[in-house]
């Protein structure tokens, strides 16, 4: 089991930054891919960006240039950095990580990005 526990959210005007942290416990796969989710409201849930154990990463096209993903192996923490944010970043965020036969969510966090 894995548990996920996300933080860093909260209020920002646009064009500011957050950095999200998902600090994740318990007994994490050696290969997995770990991903940002976000749903906002009335809409579906949507992959902003990912980091697989091997180092690669993919962002969705309406955050690249925008978000960064890293992690801190020694902590077991995995962040999303996002600057430049706009109003349509509002949304709950999930971390995930996927192993070949597990799937683990966080609770979420909410990001507001508001004038």
């Known amino acids: 089991q894995v548990q996920l526990v996300e933080s860093g959210g909260g209020l920002e005007h646009p064009g500011g930054s957050l950095k999200l942290s998902c600090t994740a416990s318990g007994s994490i796969p050696d290969v997995y891919t770990m991903a940002w989710y976000r749903q906002a409201p009335r809409k579906e849930r949507e992959i902003v960006a990912s980091?697989?154990?091997?180092?690669?990463?993919n962002y969705a096209d309406s955050v690249k240039g925008r978000f960064t993903v890293s992690r801190d192996n020694a902590k077991n923490v995995f962040y999303l950095q996002m600057s430049d944010l706009k109003s349509e970043d509002t949304a709950i965020y999930y971390c995930n990580l996927a192993g070949y036969t597990s799937n683990y969510w966080g609770q979420g966090t909410q990001v507001t990005v508001s004038s």
């Open positions: 980091l697989h154990s091997y180092g690669f990463t």
